[in-house]
Each structure stands twice: as C-alpha cells, then as structure tokens.
T-cell receptor, first 111, second 115 residues
Framework: SQQGEEDPQALSIQEGENATMNCSYKTSINNLQWYRQNSGRGLVHLILIRSNEREKHSGRLRVTLDTSKKSSSLLITASRAADTASYFCATAGGGADGLTFGKGTHLIIQP | EAGVAQSPRYKIIEKRQSVAFWCNPISGHATLYWYQQILGQGPKLLIQFQNNGVVDDSQLPKDRFSAERLKGVDSTLKIQPAKLEDSAVYLC?????????????FGPGTRLTVT
C-alpha cells in the first residue's frame, strides 16, 4: 500500500521559478527520502532527511520534515528545464528496510 | 562504478504466458530489492533479499510471482502465469547493506506489457 501522498499531483511553472511539493505519510518513520524519475535516467535518489532532523539542504533542494504533522516538503529553487520529472517521497521505518513510496508529483518546467 | 543492470528493458507477452526479469546489482551490495511500479503510481516493494536469503516478501503475490538470488549476486523475478494487471515497470534496486541508513540505487527497470 502507498504510505505517502504527494501534493499537488501535477505542477507546471516557468523556468527560474521555485517549485514546492508536499508529502504526507501515515505511520512513524526512521527517515524520509525524495526521488526523481524521468524516462532518461530512471529513479534517482535526491535527498534523505532523518526523523530527528527538521530541515536539510542540497544544492538547489531544500527539504523540511514535520513529524508531528507527518508531512514533508521539497523545494526546488531556480528551476531549470532539466528538472522536469516526477518526484516521489519515500518513507523508511516501521521495522522494514524497503521503501514505501507515494504516488508522486509530476513537475513540468516551461521554458 | 557500474550501476544496477536489468534486462530486458521491454517485454510484451500475452496473458497466461510466463516471463522472467534479470537484475545484476552494484558489486558488493548485499541487499537487493524488487519493486513494481504501475503507471501513475509510485514503486511498491515486492521482495527484499539479504545476500541469498529473503528478508521480506510480504507483498509478493506468491501464487504467480517468484524470485531467487541463489548465489547472493544476480537475481531473477518470474511471473507465471501473467495477468493483465501485471503490466508495470519492474525495478530492481540494491544497497550496500540492509537498514534505513543505506541508500538504494535503482536500475532502469523492465517495462512489461501484458496483452
């Protein structure tokens, strides 16, 4: 079953703008990860945030985690055409090693 | 460093036929995962191996799906007989070891179409 739910399901913005995607989950987690998927490069790991962290940065990516609300957000700043892809949050924990993915947000960057 | 390899990349079969997918993980990675990704959804874990043993197969439809990793390296996932609802991308991933802290690296996937 899907653990996470991304919001929005689809997002279209102009190149150079910031993109924000949200993820909600249901059970306790050890960490939450964000992945990007496009037809050219498959599923690629972007960033991992542990349950005891509140914010993490990696290049143009900023992830926040609110365990009290069971939610996370991914911010991509200064978007580029190459950022066009589907973005998934995935949770780890609950006694299992495997990841539980959400349904994803499809991001389109308009040139 | 070579990534996770999968073959074939695409497969079209008729319902009730059998199909097998192959995965070669990153060298030295003890943990191997198979995920199923139906169009419009996120990947769903089917089975996890640690070396040549099964750690978690709770979401594997065992009446038709089977998987093995006999020598603790390559793995094969089989579907017999296939149903229309098995149409999906089958992703293989590997990690250095089991546990939350280890990053999973995904292969390009095998796109299965059942007609």
């Amino acid at each position: 079953s899907q653990q996470g739910e991304e919001d929005p399901q689809a997002l279209s913005i102009q190149e150079g703008e910031n993109a924000t995607m949200n993820c909600s989950y249901k059970t306790s987690i050890n960490n939450l990860q964000w992945y990007r998927q496009n037809s050219g490069r498959g599923l690629v790991h972007l960033i991992l945030i542990r349950s005891n962290e509140r914010e993490k940065h990696s290049g143009r990516l900023r992830v926040t985690l609110d365990t009290s609300k069971k939610s996370s957000s991914l911010l991509i700043t200064a978007s580029r055409a190459a950022d066009t892809a589907s973005y998934f949050c995935a949770t780890a924990g609950g006694g299992a090693d495997g990841l539980t993915f959400g349904k994803g947000t499809h991001l389109i960057i308009q040139p | 460093e070579a990534g996770v390899a999968q073959s074939p990349r695409y497969k079209i079969i008729e319902k009730r036929q059998s199909v097998a997918f192959w995965c070669n993980p990153i060298s030295g990675h003890a943990t191997l995962y198979w995920y199923q990704q139906i169009l419009g959804q996120g990947p769903k874990l089917l089975i996890q191996f640690q070396n040549n043993g099964v750690v978690d197969d709770s979401q594997l439809p065992k009446d038709r799906f089977s998987a093995e990793r006999l020598k603790g390296v390559d793995s094969t996932l089989k579907i017999q007989p296939a149903k229309l609802e098995d149409s999906a991308v089958y992703l293989c991933a590997s990690s250095l070891d089991r546990g939350f802290s280890y990053e999973q690296y995904f292969g390009p996937g095998t796109r299965l179409t059942v007609t």
